[in-house]
């Protein structure tokens, strides 16, 4: 009898020792950064950008952002586009603040797909990935509440991040989203600088020729992460990770 309690304890101790291993292990694991690998407008270098063809084969590749541009329609509508004109993707030379939402939705792609509603975007892929969602005209104004209705209504709040060059539509989000991650687009030094003492700022999103150590290392003395736009190859992605 005392020679199996013995044995019992042994086995015990080991246990003991090796769950002791396992916690201290994932102990020193470090932390992960946030990574913010953003497929812009979908995988638009295989298919037409801000399509739904664009955006499935990007989820197919793993990505975990899939990137819109908003515009805002006559009728106060948010449709996804790059550009303000629709004539490059369309062949329609007209604007789409000029436009309707029913003369937008008669336009087509040159593969025969249709202009994409922002909420076309969300009804189609819910939670199921995350968002990266440019306020694209200069006056964000029109494109604010409906941006805030949308993402209030498919509980998306936490899976996008909203992007602007205008500093003040970020500031007036942050009112409503103060936790959604709100990323300044710069172009020049001054710009990245000015953006480093907006606290509602969390994200720099810098032209790729301003990545270098000392703009990194600031927007991380700010408490502000970068991220760098736009990388085409994987030599230039390789050569930009530092």
Not at 1 to 24: A, E, P, V
Not at 149 to 171: F, H, M
Request: charged content about 30%.
């Amino acid at each position: 009898m005392h020679r199996k309690k013995r044995n019992i304890f042994k086995s015990l101790s080991f246990l003991l020792l090796i769950l002791l291993i396992g916690i201290s292990v994932f102990a020193f694991i470090p932390t992960p950064k946030n990574d913010y690998v953003i497929s812009h407008r979908g995988a638009s270098g295989e298919e037409i950008e801000h399509t739904f063809k664009a955006y499935d084969l990007a989820l197919n590749y793993n990505t975990k952002y899939i990137e819109q541009d908003v515009v805002t329609s006559k009728d106060g509508t948010l449709y996804v586009s790059h550009d303000e004109n629709a004539k490059r993707i369309t062949g329609i030379n007209k604007d789409y603040k000029d436009m309707t939402s029913q003369e937008i939705d008669k336009l087509r792609t040159s593969d025969n797909q249709h202009i994409l509603k922002l909420e076309d975007v969300f009804k189609r892929y819910k939670d199921r990935t995350h968002y990266a969602i440019e306020l694209k005209e200069e006056d964000n104004k029109s494109a604010l509440k409906p941006f805030e209705e949308l993402v209030k209504k498919y509980g998306l709040e936490n899976k996008v991040i909203v992007q602007a060059r205008n500093k003040e539509a970020l500031e007036s989000l942050n009112v409503v989203f103060a936790d959604m991650p709100k990323l300044i687009l710069v172009n020049t030094e001054d710009e990245l600088n000015n953006a480093l003492n907006q606290s509602y700022i969390d994200i720099i999103g810098a032209n790729k020729k301003l990545m270098n150590k000392s703009n990194i290392t600031k927007a991380h003395d700010h408490g502000k992460e970068f991220n760098v736009f736009t990388l085409d190859s994987t030599n230039e992605i390789k050569k930009q990770l530092i």
